[in-house]
Structures are given as C-alpha cells and as structure tokens.
C-alpha cells in the first residue's frame, strides 16, 4: 500500500514539473551545446537573445582542427568542425568539400551504413544545409537552383535516418526548401508563408526558430516573416507582433526575401489586440531587444579578449570564468504570450486542480499509513 502511495506521489509530482516538448542544421561540437541549452522562448529568439559566436572563435577552431584531420583523418567528427566552421566564415563551398572528405572516410569505415548511423545523419544534414547555403551565397539564381535541389535531397536522407535531431528542425528546413522551389517558379507576387506547414503551426514555429538559432536564419526576412504568419494562424498574435517588429527592422536595414522581386503583405494586427496589450508588447520588446543586444555584445566582447590571448572553449575548460551574465527582461506573462511559444512548463488548466488534489490526497493517506504502521509495531 505504502509503495503505491509513493508511486502515486511521484507520478502526480512528475505530472507537475514535467515541462512542455519543445522542438528547435549544422551540426558540429558546439550543436550538442545549443540541444543541452534547449531552445530559448520564441520571444526572445527574435529580439536576438540566443548564443552565437564571433568569427575569430570559427577561424581558430579551423586552424586548429586542420591540423587534427592531417594526424587523425580518421576521426569523423573532426569534418564536422571544419565544415562548418568555414560555412560560418562565409565559405559554403570549402564546407562542401570537408563533407566530401568525410564521405570518403564514411565510405572506407563504414561502406555498409551500419555502424555509424550519427555520422552517416551529421554528413547528409551539413552537406546539403551547406548545398543550399552555397545557392544562397551565388546570390540565389534560377541558374543555380541545383543547389538547392541537392541540398534538400541531402537534408531528406538526413531526416530518413534521424527525424527528430536539431529539435527536429531538418523536416521544417526541408519544408521550406520545398516552399522556396514552388515559389521560384511561381507568378505571384505575395508568397504564402503559412504553406510552409499550416497543419502544424506549433512545431513549425519551433522548428523556424531553431533554424535561427543553429542555422544562419538571424537576418532572414523569409524566416521570420514564416513565424510571423504561422503565429498569426495559430492564434498567437504576440509572437506574430513581435516576429513584424523583427522584420521592420530588418527592411530597414535593407534585407529582402530571397525570392527575388517579391511584395510582401504585412497585414497589421493591432486589431487583435487591446490598446493597453499593444502597448505592454511595445514597451517589452523596446526593452528586450536592446538587452538583448547589449546580452550578445558582452559575451563577444568578452570571448574576444580571450579568444585574442590564444584561448578558446573547445580547449579552455575555464574559458568562461569570471563572465557576468546579464538579465533577460521577463516576458510580459501568459496573458500576452501563450505558455506553448514561450518555451515554459505547463500543464493544462483543467488538469491542474485534479493533478494537485490527486498530490495532496496521496501525501494525506501516505501519512495516515505511516501513522498505521507505526501503531501495529508498537
């Protein structure tokens, strides 16, 4: 008896602090980092509040792991590094051909595909981001679309063999790899984001967010403006807000879809809100975007004082030491932002009462048989 009241209090206990799934494709040392992490709340995604890394910290990891592969060419994870390092330098092809290289080394180790079922995913995921990050690079031309084609076939064996890495971020990529090849060819003026995975909102919301968080989708209207019009059908008109200040910010920069000549609709949403909800989301994300900024300025400031001395992360245990962190600004609450795309733990308003009394019944008749026992000892 005794044992199943325990049990019945940890299955309650469980029930109340498991948090929500959350779903976030380069992939490298530093992409099992970012999965330990989690992904950030949404929110804070488009104000820029997630990691990155200055490109003086990708040239050292090159050098470095250049070096390794000339003693260890054997040692696959090592092509990894390399990749997409030099994809972060701005040099899809060279990260091209480390995937080659290791293709080759796959090939010699494992010709069979049975015995290193991670590399054999970590190739096809990099090599074909690395493909469409190389068509982006030419300037995105039609004449160029066979690498994106190849980039998405890469990115389908990928998922073939692990469909829920990165979050599972590859079949939302692989989505919009498809979605860019419609609209390439397409005559209409305004593309429709939410063709991108209107029947699962929720997750494809992640799944674009995690596309900015380990991929190179910070700067991207196509992305972002995918959130915004996902949020927007899923109800969440926050996220959707926010996602528009986002992209204001990034035409006034001088950014453009990646679908050339393309007209954007940007439908406004205020009508979804009341003056003083509009207002308290201004206010926050004035404020959350600077911090933000601010955030990611003095954790590069800080990783390039050392980074200049000859140290780095990948070798340097301590690297970290004596860095202070800065606050986020806290969200506005639930009333503004749902719990789903906030990233924080849930449980459903009309499970709460039942799961909480069921927690406070068991502790009850846990006592009274403790108290029993006792008795009958005595």
């Excluded at 260890?72 to 030099?86: I, K, N």
């Excluded at 900024?293 to 200049?308: C, G, P, Y």
Aim: with cysteine.
């Amino acid at each position: 008896m005794i044992r199943f009241l325990i049990l019945s209090f940890c299955c309650s206990a469980l029930l109340l602090s498991t948090p929500s799934a959350s779903l976030a494709c380069l992939w490298d040392r530093d992409t099992l980092a970012a999965e330990a992490r989690g992904i950030p709340e949404v929110p804070y995604i488009l104000t820029g509040r997630f990691f990155r890394y200055p490109q003086l910290y990708y040239t050292m990891r090159l050098t470095r792991v250049e070096k390794q592969i000339s003693l260890r060419p054997e040692d696959l994870s090592l092509y990894d590094d390399a990749g997409v390092a030099s994809d972060k330098l701005g040099k899809p092809q060279d990260a091209v051909q480390w995937m080659e290289r290791k293709l080759r080394q796959l090939q010699a180790q494992d010709p069979d595909r049975t015995k290193s079922a991670d590399h054999w995913y970590r190739y096809f995921a990099n090599a074909g981001t690395f493909y469409i990050h190389d068509w982006i690079h030419r300037g995105a031309q039609k004449q160029d679309i066979h690498l994106l084609k190849k980039g998405g076939e890469l990115i389908r064996s990928a998922i073939q063999i692990n469909p829920d890495a990165h979050f599972g971020r590859e079949k939302y990529q692989l989505k919009l790899v498809d979605w860019l090849l419609e609209n390439l060819n397409s005559d209409e003026d305004t593309p429709h984001y939410t063709d991108i995975a209107l029947d699962e909102n929720e997750d494809a919301i992640r799944g674009l967010a995690g596309l900015i968080i380990l991929g190179n989708a910070w700067e991207s209207i196509d992305v972002i403006r995918g959130i915004e019009s996902l949020a927007g059908s899923a109800g969440h008109s926050s996220v959707a807000y926010i996602a528009q200040r986002r992209i204001a910010e990034l035409k006034n920069a001088g950014k453009t879809s990646i679908l050339p000549g393309r007209a954007f609709l940007d439908p406004s949403r205020e009508n979804m809100f009341a003056p003083d909800d509009l207002a308290a989301l201004n206010d926050w994300y004035e404020e959350a975007r600077p911090n933000a900024d601010n955030w990611h300025q003095s954790k590069t400031d800080f990783m390039l004082k050392k980074l200049k001395t000859g140290k780095h992360p990948d070798t340097d245990k301590n690297f970290w030491d004596g860095f202070e962190d800065l606050e986020a600004v806290e969200l506005p609450g639930s009333e503004l932002f749902g719990s789903s795309m906030i990233g924080a733990r849930k449980i459903d308003v009309f499970l709460f009462p039942f799961v909480l009394s069921l927690l406070v019944f068991g502790i009850i008749l846990l006592r009274k048989a403790i108290v029993g026992r006792r008795e009958s000892d005595s």
